[in-house]
């Protein structure tokens, strides 16, 4: 309540009283839902710039520790070699090495993160002591270890766990390039004329990739950003392409879509240091090969790429097939075309000839042409390679017309 008391003086003389009661609890209910309001757009606002945030973050130290971890894979991969190539080997050491300056920089910039007022990381620190003060969703709450995806093991698998330090290997049997870890099955061999095409704006994870397919016997070519890879020659022989989906510009997501419609159909292999569920999804529908989360383990990467090469150069030899049938079909005259249409509609000779008003024998001269160009020996061939030029032709007999 709002009380409010006045003494107007009179003309004459006399003092009168006024008094004014003003209820004022909806005023005070609404301004008490407005800072309501307030804060909790205030709340939202820091969840969203920590989540802007950490994902940030996220990517800038997975990159150089998905380099750290490749480069070491490959190291090992290349001293496992029958002869190993200690060239190969002192590279990705020194790979090493600079991922993880590169790393501690980061984190040293993580650290001394200021704000420019005040000189202390006030906006960092209460956003987490805000989030850390709620019930149980807070930066505070969250699993430091986010895991892996399951997936299939090939072989058996070796146990690993937290603090796990793999036993020296440096007396024992080489194994051969093929092998990441005793008892694990071989990835097929792929041809040597297989490319690997890697998409990623960070010289360090490239560069990691790169000797990462070499060491099995797979040729690479790099790029740092989709325009490159537009503008730049592809390899015309089985290839796959592992690409990052945050790139500068054009997305990983985008640059699928824009490559399909170009009608340029390498299997991709998506990675990210900062994947989600809806990202994964909308990347296997369009047709992605896999989606592996930086650092990923070198066997991981090398079983999707195997599998790609193995997809693309199956679609390339359908293709090829297609194509040699295409180039039989076209030794076909116009007269044999018809007739095979109608063949392999289902037609007997009889009913054929009826139909274009043809001799029977004609109609049989006509089919054995269409044979023997066709390269096949029974209808049935011919109607699996009519069924893969699309050619039909609707079955009607002489009653029917």
């Not at 997305?251 to 569920?277: A, E, K, N, V």
Request: net charge neutral; proline share 5%.
């Amino acid at each position: 309540m709002l009380l409010t008391i006045t003494f107007p003086a009179g003309s004459d003389g006399d003092r009168n009283v006024l008094a004014f009661v003003v209820d004022i609890t909806e005023r005070r209910q609404a301004q008490d839902a407005l800072l309501a309001a307030q804060a909790e757009l205030a709340h939202a606002a820091r969840v969203a710039t920590l989540g802007e945030l950490s994902a940030s973050i996220a990517h800038e130290v997975n990159q150089p520790l998905a380099a750290i971890v490749t480069n070491g894979e490959a190291g090992l991969r290349w001293l496992r070699r029958d002869v190993p190539d200690l060239k190969e080997v002192g590279a990705t050491i020194g790979a090493v090495v600079n991922e993880g300056r590169r790393a501690s920089e980061i984190v040293t910039s993580i650290r001394t993160f200021r704000h420019p007022a005040t000189g202390f990381a006030a906006p960092f620190r209460s956003v987490l002591h805000d989030e850390a003060g709620r019930n149980g969703h807070g930066t505070c709450d969250l699993s430091n270890d986010g895991g892996s995806s399951r997936r299939q093991i090939i072989g058996r698998e070796r146990p690993r766990f937290r603090g796990y330090i793999p036993p020296d290997t440096s007396l024992q049997p080489r194994t051969s390039l093929a092998m990441t870890r005793p008892n694990q099955a071989h990835p097929p061999a792929q041809p040597s004329s297989s490319v690997v095409i890697i998409v990623d704006d960070d010289a360090g994870i490239r560069a990691a990739l790169d000797s990462l397919f070499r060491s099995v016997g797979l040729e690479t070519r790099l790029f740092g950003s989709p325009a490159e890879l537009l503008g730049g020659l592809l390899p015309d022989s089985p290839a796959c392409i592992v690409l990052d989906v945050r790139l500068p510009g054009v997305s990983g997501l985008d640059l699928q879509g824009q490559l399909t419609r170009q009608g340029i159909r390498y299997p991709i292999i998506f990675m990210t240091g900062h994947g989600d569920i809806p990202m994964s999804v909308r990347a296997m529908k369009a047709g992605a090969v896999d989606f592996l989360s930086k650092p990923f383990r070198d066997q991981d990467m090398l079983d999707a790429v195997t599998a790609a090469l193995e997809r693309d150069a199956q679609r390339r030899a359908e293709a090829a097939a297609k194509e040699d049938i295409r180039a039989q079909y076209e030794t076909l005259t116009a007269r044999e075309r018809e007739v095979m249409g109608h063949v392999t509609a289902g037609l007997m000779n009889k009913q054929v000839a009826g139909l274009i008003g043809l001799s029977e024998i004609t109609v049989k001269i006509h089919r054995g042409n269409v044979m023997r160009k066709m390269g096949v020996r029974s209808l049935a061939d011919l109607v699996r390679k009519a069924e893969a030029l699309g050619v039909s032709q609707t079955s009607k007999t002489p009653d029917q017309t």
